[in-house]
């Protein structure tokens, strides 16, 4: 593309074209940096393969949302960002929750919500897997569980609203 080997500036300071050209020009990774900033997946990890992932996952959701808005109508509403991440990993993740809930192999809380929630549970202390005493007791297979190895949901993450 640059051909020359022409150079601008004053004499103390000659820069070469294709060096203006790209100063000129890297406005946009500069913009992109800074957006995904704001949202982003990054983590601390010493594992630079995770680093890796989670820069090219931040810069495709930045690319789809920059896609979802200049595929809109023109005069249509903006979409937030963060409520454009919110939704787009609601329907990634929703083949994977629907899957679960139909498989009959998954001991999660799917299990645990499809039984009669009126059966009396032990009210006696005992001890969990970890050999800790605790009062609480699992509501799909009624062995004690304590407050490091049970989970609250509130019915709302429960019925996938």
């Known amino acids: 593309m640059h051909m020359s080997a022409g150079a ?3 004499e103390p300071k000659k820069v070469p074209e294709m060096i203006t050209f790209y100063n000129g020009t890297k406005g946009g990774v500069d913009c992109a940096d800074q957006t995904i900033q704001t949202y982003s997946s990054k983590f601390s990890t010493r594992r630079w393969p995770v680093v890796v992932f989670c820069n090219i996952l931040d810069f495709a959701a ?7 808005e200049q595929l809109k109508p023109a005069g249509g509403s903006t979409t937030k960002r963060r409520l454009f991440l919110k939704e787009l990993g609601k329907s990634l993740c929703q083949p994977l929750r629907e899957e679960r809930k139909q498989s009959e192999t998954s001991p999660d809380l799917v299990k645990a919500r499809q039984l009669d929630t009126t059966q009396e549970l032990p009210r006696k ?3 969990c897997h970890d050999d800790k005493k605790c009062p609480a007791a699992c509501h799909a297979c ?5 407050p490091n190895h049970c989970a609250v949901f509130c019915d709302k993450c429960l019925s996938g609203d």
């Not at 930045?62 to 979802?68: G, M, Q, T």
């Not at 009624?142 to 304590?146: A, I, T």
Request: net charge positive; hydrophobic share 35%; glycine share 16%.
């Open 8 to 10: 601008f500036g004053g």
């Open 62 to 68: 930045l690319n789809a949302y920059v896609l979802n």
């Open 125 to 127: 202390r005992g001890r």
């Open 142 to 146: 009624h062995r004690n569980v304590c």
